[in-house]
Structures are given as structure tokens and as C-alpha cells.
T-cell receptor, first 113, second 113 residues
């Protein structure tokens, strides 16, 4: 299995809702990442998990809460989002943090209404 | 934080070589150059990476100038399926010994029939 699987593919949520994005990989990678991508812009790093521990938070607002339950799973919990948070959220993994061999998922397209 | 400069768009004819340039004049000696591409509505896909020497794999070739201030990604025989946004990326070390991928703004390549 050489894929990073993200669910759901599309999500529409209200500003008072709580939702979660899920990411899964079975390549034995020990680093997992969340990126945010606005339309026609490159991906921007949000969080890095290394060996299931949060190692980097790129000053992301607390309404985004990451969680790494085990080495294969990465969640992003969303609460009280704003319309400007609408974007494509990409998950990625690599054998170790910052090494070569990043594999990206296809993303969750989030719309906040 | 921007480390790379790319032309916003290019086109080439199907079957011909596509040469995508990237300037990274502030790159440091231990910072790798990576190329990823993103086809519409998908996550970025790894193409190739290099430090000093030219590199070739089954997808592409990477030519890095001797001073390392610029590089060119070459798709030797472009097909319609190569139409995508191509990102030139520099992998920079962080103080905690991890690395961060700094994405360029990307070049939108259109392969014409």
C-alpha cells in the first residue's frame, strides 16, 4: 500500500459545527503532516507529527486541533471555523520527519458556510 | 520565507520536451531541491529531487547549475497527462533538526495536442 487516504473528500460545515478530517497511511511512515491549500496557491504547512508526537505547529489557530492516535492515523479536529478557512486540506507522510519520500493524499475540500 | 521563483505558466506541444525553470538564488549548501506536481483536484505527486548533481529517473531529469542558484526540470516527451501545476521546492533544515519544504508559487504547464 503506497497511498495516503483522506476522508471525507468533501465537507461543508457551519461556523458553529464540530467536524473532523481523517488521514490514514500503511507505509510504515513515522512522520505525518497537515497542509492547507487555498485556491491557486501552494500548500502551506500546518502541523508535523513525528513518531506520534506533535513536533511542529506553524502558529495555527486553536480552532484547528490535530491528533495522532497511532502511527497510521492522523486527525484534524475542526471547531468554530470561519469562512476564510475554506480550503483544500492535504495530509502527507514520510518515512521520517523532513526526509525524502513525502506522499500526499488527495485532500479534503472544506467549505465553511 | 520564499526560496524559489517560477514562471506562472508555460506550454509545450505533446511529444516535445518540457523545460521548467526555477530560480533559488538564496539556497544554502545543504538544502535540497525537490519537484512535485499537482494535477487538478489531486494531492502533490513527487517527481524528483537533487542537491548538486544532475538527476534522472523514469519521470524526469533535474539539471542543477554549478552555482546551485537555479535548476530546470525536464519532462523529455510531454503527454497530455503531464498538464499540471509544477512546484519547485527547497527543503530547509530547522533548528530542531527537522526539515521543512518551502513551496514555490508553481508553474502551470499546459501540454497542447
Amino acid at each position: 500500500d503506497t497511498e495516503v487516504t483522506q476522508t471525507p473528500k468533501h465537507l461543508v460545515m457551519g461556523m458553529t459545527n464540530k467536524k473532523s478530517l481523517k488521514c490514514e497511511q500503511h507505509m510504515g511512515h513515522r512522520a505525518m503532516y497537515w497542509y492547507k491549500q487555498k485556491a491557486k496557491k501552494p500548500p502551506e504547512l500546518m502541523f508535523v507529527y513525528s513518531y506520534e508526537k506533535l513536533s511542529i505547529n506553524e502558529s495555527v489557530p486553536s480552532r484547528f486541533s490535530p491528533e495522532c492516535p497511532n502511527s497510521s492515523l492522523l486527525n484534524l479536529h475542526l471547531h468554530a471555523l470561519q469562512p476564510e478557512d475554506s480550503a483544500l486540506y492535504l495530509c502527507a507522510s514520510s518515512p521520517v520527519a523532513g526526509g525524502y519520500g513525502y506522499t500526499f493524499g488527495s485532500g479534503t475540500r472544506l467549505t465553511v458556510v | 520565507d520564499a526560496k524559489t521563483t517560477q514562471p506562472p505558466s508555460m506550454d509545450c506541444a505533446e511529444g516535445r520536451a518540457a523545460n521548467l525553470p526555477c530560480n533559488h538564488s538564496t539556497i544554502s549548501g545543504n538544502e535540497y531541491v525537490y519537484w512535485y506536481r499537482q494535477i487538478h483536484s489531486q494531492g502533490p505527486q513527487y517527481i524528483i529531487h537533487g542537491l548538486k548533481n544532475n538527476e534522472t529517473n523514469e519521470m524526469a531529469s533535474l539539471i542543477i547549475t554549478e552555482d546551485r542558484k537555479s535548476s530546470t526540470l525536464i519532462l523529455p516527451h510531454a503527454t497530455l497527462r503531464d498538464t499540471a501545476v509544477y512546484y519547485c521546492i527547497v527543503r530547509v533544515p530547522r533548528m530542531d533538526s527537522s526539515y521543512k519544504l518551502i513551496f514555490g508559487s508553481g508553474t502551470r504547464l499546459l501540454v497542447r495536442p
